[in-house]
């Protein structure tokens, strides 16, 4: 009797965990939460960064930050939360290919909040993020694609090795992020 109370509370529990797991992954309306967009300029634009940040925020719904990185040349990794609508994501991403000279890697969004995207980041680890080819930067560019299908990309090209070499070896993956929004 006692054996069968406990079951009966911890499949309560746990499908109550399961629940709250389903909810978090849901996103709220752009309208009720902006994305934030913070981009590392190349020191050249450092006289322009007002325009540059109308520039970036032209879609609305957005709050736009931006840094001068020391260098002539920031990084060209973008990052992308899972909750961010595909419209703004795909202006995010020309604006990066016009500013930092293009996108070779993209963060995984276990990494980010989901309403965040950074342009020129240097903030991750190389194990956090993905290379991507000029093709699958088109395929992502793609407006065609709904915001579900583009965030459904997104993930696919940002999936994560478990094994990584470093020291001569080949190790496991100390960035891995397990089963997150895998489909």
Not at 81 to 91: D, E, K, L, S, T
């Amino acid at each position: 009797m006692a054996c069968r109370r406990l079951l009966t509370i911890s499949v309560l529990v746990f499908t109550g965990f399961l629940f709250c797991q389903a909810e978090a992954l849901e996103c709220p309306p752009i309208e009720s939460k902006s994305v934030k967009v913070e981009a590392w300029m190349s020191k050249r634009y450092g006289k322009n960064l007002r325009e540059v940040r109308k520039e970036f925020g032209a879609m609305g719904n957005t709050r736009v930050t931006l840094w001068v990185y020391p260098a002539e040349n920031p990084s060209k990794t973008v990052a992308i939360g899972r909750c961010v609508p595909a419209y703004i994501a795909r202006h995010t991403l020309r604006k990066a290919i016009e500013y930092s000279g293009g996108v070779n890697a993209l963060v995984h969004q276990g990494f980010i909040s989901s309403h965040w995207i950074g342009v020129g980041t240097s903030l991750f680890a190389e194990d956090s993020l993905q290379s991507i080819t000029p093709d699958q930067l088109a395929r992502l560019m793609d407006s065609s694609l709904d915001t579900h299908q583009f965030q459904s990309l997104y993930r696919q090209l940002t999936v994560q090795s478990d094994k990584v070499k470093a020291f001569g070896l080949t190790l496991d993956n100390p960035k891995l992020m397990k089963d997150f929004n895998r489909e």
